[in-house]
Structures are given as structure tokens and as C-alpha cells.
């Protein structure tokens, strides 16, 4: 794997005139340290929103039975006196801070060096863990649970982007697969981390060993020499003349045709995704009458996440990792997987659907690598962190938020959870539609593309410089201990 395995990551020819930045200096960082450093944090982000949810911490109100004896609640619903929706509003509260600080952050990108700005988002991640542990009520822990969001909206826009570009060149989507497997992990050991804790030692614990889990790569952020992207040094040179405001980033982003109709059909895909992860459960012990829903969905979703995950990714690889194969497979996975879920939700014996279902999510999740590198690969390098944001604020703000609410007017008016599932798994072919479009955009990869006025980055940085080199050659620096 070359450089991959042997030298530390260059990343000086991106920041030729950054001069708090000695170019000489070797960062500690390796290709596979820098993925190692993501998935573990992408482990412990997703691992809170497993935590949150899980019975241990979030817990059950008080109960009452007609003839008026009361058993207590339990964790943060029982503490504080929640109603079903207050609880609700704490499980999607991190959105409100995430959707509204991912392009903020993405934005300051382009003027701070993106590592700091993912260590002060974890910073804040961390002490709004911290917060939600020592919270007096419904307000407090709903604010830190906000604040939770904000912090890690530094991470999820600007993690990919620095996996992307340095991934050896032929492994790209299988880097990203592996980092976008940890989500479904995450969630799961958040499930089993909070129940353990929060039943043994209290809810408040769970958020604290949460919190003492992040502090070690908070300090790593901080005193660990900055990566960079590739796009800054040209934000650097070019800023005292031309500045891109926020909205002409984005319009920049819409007049990408490919960035676009990648983001629709995510949107569709997730659409689906939210309203399977919220209401599958509860579809599930309604249709096929089982006891152990909530166990039996968190395993295929995990087999299914990891599996087809890291699947999609190297398939892509194996492909040639170009837009158009990423669409094909795109277009193919997930129309056979909505095949394989839509006829799973037909059978009335609980196997044959549980087998069919698995094998669909399977064909699902291998989406998520190539998603996103399409995301990457679509748009010119000063525009990769935003991209992701907008990216990441579409697929919530179009899709899994407002899917469970109205799977849930659907259920009311039908009373048929096997018509509403079939009738949500049916969208997964409109994202088929949406991506297959995209097969017939040309193969135009802006990966390595120069920005508006190529002359000033030819003049302030190495033209030797683009991601092969860096796979293929070592830096002038110490070997990796």
C-alpha cells in the first residue's frame, strides 16, 4: 500500500504560506493513523446517539394503574417527569445544533485550518456531555443536547474530505465504507454501553464515561501538528482580493448537476433509512407479532450496516472508482434492495422476512461509501467540507426528519403497518431513478482541479502535488515509529 503504510501524510504542499506551519515538520498523522483517529471518534459520536435512546439512560415515566398504586420511572424520562414527546424532542434535539453549525463550520474551513476546527468542535462535544450529566431538567439537558450537535458538526463535514484525499488511490471508497461502517456500530455499542451503565452505576455516568472517552483526541487536535485540504493555500493567497461569501458557496454547490441529483437521491434513500430505524420495531411486532423487535431490527441493521457498508465500499474499488460506477452501483444496489424489502414485508412468516429484509439491507447500506465519494469527487476541493454539510443537512432536513411523522399520518389513516411498509420501501426505487440518472453524467472527477485562478496556485504551491503522488512517494520525513 506504499505511503499508505510507511510514511506520514504530505500535506505541505497544501499550506505553502501558512507560516505557523513549519513545512519541514513531519506530522505524526499516517494515512492509517488519520482513518484509525476518524472511526474511533465516529464510534464515539455515534456511540451517544445510541446512548441517548437506550433504556438504561433514557428510560421509562412513571406508571400508574387504575387503582392508583404507582411504580417510579426511571433514567432521564423517569428524573425528570418527561411526557412521550418531550422525550422525543431529546432523541432529535442534537439535530437543531448539527444542521444549523455544518456549514458554519464547513464555511470557516476555507480561512482556519480544518483540523483545529475539529478540535474545538469536539471540545464542545465533550462538555456538552459533561453538561447533559450534571442537567437539573427537561431545558438543561435539552440545550446540551443541542450543543452535543454543534460539536459534532465540526467532525462529520471535514472527517471525509481528509480520508478521501488520503486514501491510496485505488482504496478511496473502501476508506470511506470503513469509516461510514462506524455508524451503525456506534449506535449499537451505545445501546449496550448505556444499558450496562446506566443500569449499574446511573444514567448521569453514562454521559460522564462518554465525555472521558472523547478528552484524549480533544488534546490530540490541539497539539498535534494540522493537516489541511487541499483547496486552502489558494483561500489563503487569493482572500485579499476575492472572498466567497456563504451563499455563493452554495450556489456554486447547485450548479453542480452531479453534486445535485447525488444529493436528491440521498434524500429519497434516507427518506426511507429514518422511517425504517424509527418505526421498523414497532411495524415489525405489529405485522409479524414479535417479542424481541427492538433486538431482532438493531441486529439486522448492524449485520446489514457493516456488511453491506464495507461491501459497497470495495466494490466501488474493484470497479475503477470513477462518478459513473459509483451511480451504477448506486442505481443497482438499492433497487434490489428495495426489491428484496419490499417482498420481504409480503411474507407472513417472521424467517422468510427477516432473511429477505437482511439481505435487502445489505444492498442498502453498500451505498454509503459511494454517497459520499461522489459528494467529494463532484465538487472543486475548496468546496468538499461544505459540500458534506449541505449534504448532510439535506438528507435530515428532507429526509429522515420529516419521514417518521409522516409514516406516522399514514399508519393513522391506513391502520395497516404491512401497507405502510411497503408503501415507504417503495420510495427506495425513486432514489434507484434519481441515482441511475446520474450513469449518464461523463466521468468529470474535480478532485484535483484548480481553483478559479490556477495561475496564483501554480505560483504558491508544488505542482507535484496531487493525491497519486502522495501514495506513491514518501515525504521527507522521520519513518513512522
Not at 464515539?44 to 398504586?69: F, M
Not at 465540526?154 to 488520503?166: G, K, T, V, Y
Not at 414497532?282 to 409479524?288: F, L
Not at 420481504?344 to 417472521?350: E, L, Q, S, V
Request: some cysteine; glycine content about 10%; charged content about 15%.
Amino acid at each position: 500500500m506504499g505511503i499508505a503504510e510507511e510514511g506520514p501524510v504530505n500535506n505541505t504542499h497544501n499550506h505553502p504560506i501558512d507560516d505557523s506551519i513549519d513545512s519541514s515538520e513531519a506530522s505524526w498523522f499516517t494515512p492509517k493513523r488519520l482513518l484509525i483517529l476518524f472511526c474511533v471518534i465516529n464510534l464515539i459520536t455515534y456511540l451517544d446517539r445510541g446512548v441517548i435512546a437506550s433504556t438504561g439512560v433514557n428510560g421509562i415515566p412513571e406508571i400508574c394503574k387504575s387503582n392508583g398504586e404507582c411504580s417510579p420511572g426511571t433514567g432521564v424520562q423517569g428524573e425528570f417527569k418527561l411526557n412521550n414527546f418531550k422525550d422525543g424532542i431529546l432523541s432529535s434535539a442534537f439535530m437543531v445544533g448539527l444542521l444549523v453549525a455544518s456549514p458554519i463550520f464547513a464555511s470557516m474551513a476555507k480561512s482556519i485550518n480544518p483540523f483545529r476546527l475539529i478540535a474545538v468542535g469536539l471540545s464542545v462535544w465533550t462538555l456538552s456531555a459533561i453538561g447533559c450529566g450534571i442537567s437539573i431538567g427537561f431545558w438543561t439537558i435539552t440545550v446540551c443536547r443541542m450543543l452535543v450537535g454543534v460539536g459534532e458538526a465540526s467532525f462529520i463535514s471535514l472527517a471525509a474530505p481528509f480520508i478521501d484525499e488520503n486514501a491510496p488511490v485505488t482504496q478511496r471508497s473502501a476508506w470511506l465504507g470503513i469509516f461510514y461502517m462506524c455508524i451503525p456500530t456506534g449506535v449499537a455499542l451505545g445501546y449496550v454501553y448505556g444499558g450496562l451503565v446506566g443500569y449499574g452505576f446511573g444514567w448521569r455516568i453514562a454521559f460522564f464515561g462518554e465525555a472521558i472517552l472523547m478528552i484524549p483526541f480533544v488534546v490530540l487536535g490541539f497539539l498535534m501538528k494540522p493537516l489541511q485540504l487541499n483547496g486552502r493555500a489558494f483561500i489563503f493567497c487569493c482572500r485579499s482580493r476575492h472572498i466567497f461569501s456563504f451563499v455563493e458557496d452554495v450556489k456554486s454547490l447547485l450548479e453542480e448537476k452531479i453534486y445535485v441529483v447525488n444529493v436528491l437521491g440521498y434524500i429519497s434513500y434516507n427518506f426511507v433509512i429514518g422511517a425504517y430505524s424509527y418505526w421498523g420495531p414497532k411495524a415489525g411486532y405489529s405485522i409479524y407479532h414479535m417479542t424481541n423487535a427492538d433486538l431482532l431490527f438493531g441486529a439486522i441493521t448492524i449485520v446489514g450496516g457493516i456488511v453491506g457498508t464495507l461491501g459497497g465500499g470495495f466494490i466501488l474499488d474493484h470497479m475503477s472508482s470513477t462518478i459513473p460506477n459509483a451511480f451504477k452501483l448506486l442505481s443497482t444496489a438499492t433497487f434490489f434492495g428495495a426489491i428484496f424489502c419490499f417482498i420481504a414485508f409480503c411474507f407472513k412468516d417472521m424467517y422468510l422476512f427477516v432473511v429477505f429484509f437482511l439481505i435487502g439491507e445489505i444492498l442498502v447500506f453498500a451505498t454509503q461509501g459511494p454517497v459520499n465519494f461522489v459528494s467529494i469527487h463532484s465538487v472543486k476541493p475548496s468546496l468538499k467540507p461544505l459540500a458534506m454539510a449541505m449534504s448532510t443537512v439535506c438528507i435530515h432536513v428532507f429526509g429522515d426528519v420529516p419521514s417518521s411523522p409522516l409514516v406516522g399520518v399514514m399508519q393513522d389513516k391506513l391502520k395497516n403497518w404491512r401497507k405502510s411498509s411497503l408503501i415507504l420501501t417503495s420510495v427506495l426505487f425513486l432514489a434507484a431513478g434519481i441515482w441511475f440518472i446520474g450513469v449518464f453524467f461523463p466521468n468529470v472527477d474535480r478532485y484535483n482541479e484548480d481553483e478559479e485562478n490556477p495561475e496564483t496556485v501554480t505560483e504558491q504551491s508544488n505542482p507535484a502535488s496531487s493525491n497519486e503522488d502522495r501514495t506513491d512517494k514518501t515525504t521527507a520525513a522521520s519513518p513512522e515509529p
